[in-house]
């Protein structure tokens, strides 16, 4: 069936830092793919989207590509910041039995430091 | 209005008491969903609603009875809880039924505890 990996965390970086949270699927076919993110104590947003293959979906200085050839959507930041710290969930929708249904990763803690 | 609301923020309640849960959009979407979830963990489903109706049960014990008035509306009856359904509840809206291309608007989700 369908699902996704994601890389495990947590992730600890220092402000301005590089961020790559690395996320691939398995599935036939295209199906759209999801960021999801978490602040603490609060439900979780849709961060960003990508409906088709070689899309990039971007918001809030997040960037990630839908690669087909790699079945990957890795997530991107080129300078993180103290505010950015969360849980990041990379999520595709079950196009079989289950309508309604999001497979999500097993979510990635991202810590940033002053 | 692009939110969904879920009432209360936080519970805490005896394992013989009864409580709900409760879950408001006006975003006119057709689908909506409980979603509980653990310290640290991904959202587990528990139950769909597509236009009103029970589409999805994932298996979850009848102590939780889910409940869609209209078409924003869904609440979550619980009843005779155990302390390992202590988590973090979280509803859902999606445009789509099968949430394909616009994925969910959640709510930030009602803190339970079972003591």
């Known amino acids: 069936g369908d699902s996704v990996t994601q890389m495990e965390g947590p992730v600890t970086l220092s402000e301005e830092a590089f961020l790559t949270i690395n996320c691939t699927y398995t599935?036939?076919?295209?199906?759209?793919l999801f960021w999801y993110v978490q602040y603490p104590g609060e439900g979780l947003q849709l961060l960003l989207k990508a409906t088709k293959a070689d899309d990039k979906g971007s918001n809030k200085g997040f960037e990630a590509t839908y690669r087909k050839e790699t079945t990957s959507f890795h997530l991107e930041k080129g300078s993180v910041q103290v505010s950015d710290s969360a849980v990041y969930f990379c999520a595709l929708p079950d196009r079989g039995s289950t309508l309604g249904r999001l497979y999500f990763g097993r979510g990635t803690q991202l810590t940033v430091w002053p | 209005d692009t939110e969904v609301t879920q009432t209360p923020k936080h519970l805490v309640m005896g394992m013989t008491n009864k409580k709900s849960l409760k879950c408001e959009q006006h975003?006119?979407?057709?689908?909506m969903y409980w979603y509980k979830q653990k310290a640290k963990k991904p959202p587990e489903l528990m139950f769909v609603y597509s236009y009103e109706k029970l589409s999805i049960n994932e298996s979850v014990p009848s102590r939780f009875s889910p409940e869609c008035p209209n078409s924003s509306l869904l609440n979550l009856h619980l009843h005779a809880l155990q302390p390992e359904d202590s988590a973090l509840y979280l509803c859902?809206?999606?445009?789509?039924?099968?949430?394909?291309?616009?994925?969910?608007?959640f709510g930030s989700g009602t803190r339970l505890t079972v003591v």
């Open positions: 975003m006119g979407h057709r689908a």
């Open positions: 859902a809206s999606s445009q789509d039924p099968g949430a394909r291309g616009y994925g969910y608007t």
């Open positions: 599935a036939t076919g295209y199906p759209s």
